[in-house]
């Protein structure tokens, strides 16, 4: 029997589709770093608000729980190596260095879309929340993980998100 959560989901396609997006990977980066943000969680309200779905705190706070420890123990430490092996010691040839960064963010980026499969079969959107159109959704469900998190949420950062997610659910009505 095929495990469902070896599959891309449509979850997965939709993060491609607006982490490719002008102006969304620096935003992403800003609100990992400064407000502790996991993208992944961050996209999965999205996706949800795409849907119409508008997802409570309460929410927000059992699905960010059932990927941490996979984020903690899996996701973070390769995007650590990662990190380091951007300037790895002078003594280490930059070629082989850059090479094995390289095969690093694979395993990094295979992680994260392992990290939204399980999200995507664990919690099926339909059973998330109230039924809302997508803009008021996207701004809810982004406040909502903001107020899990307790931290204000870079407003530009946001804001380029939001302006990517409005381009999709335009495209798609």
Request: hydrophobic share 45%; with cysteine; aromatic share 8%.
């Amino acid at each position: 029997m095929t495990d469902k959560r070896d599959h891309k989901s449509p979850f997965w396609a939709f993060s491609l589709d607006l982490y490719g997006r002008a102006g969304v990977p620096p935003a992403c980066l800003t609100l990992q770093e400064i407000s502790g943000v996991d993208v992944n969680i961050l996209l999965f309200a999205l996706y949800a608000a795409r849907a119409g779905r508008v997802i409570s705190v309460a929410e927000v706070a059992v699905i960010a729980a059932a990927v941490e420890d996979w984020k903690r123990c899996v996701v973070v430490p390769l995007r650590n190596v990662r990190t380091c092996l951007k300037s790895p010691p002078a003594s280490f040839a930059s070629e082989a260095a850059q090479s094995l960064r390289n095969r690093v963010k694979a395993l990094e980026l295979e992680s994260e879309r392992l990290q939204q499969e399980a999200l995507y079969a664990q919690f099926p959107v339909s059973s998330l929340g109230a039924a809302e159109t997508p803009g008021p959704a996207s701004r809810a469900n982004i406040a909502a993980y903001e107020g899990l998190l307790g931290a204000l949420f870079d407003k530009p950062a946001v804001a380029a998100i939001l302006s990517a997610f409005d381009q999709i659910t335009e495209k798609q009505s």
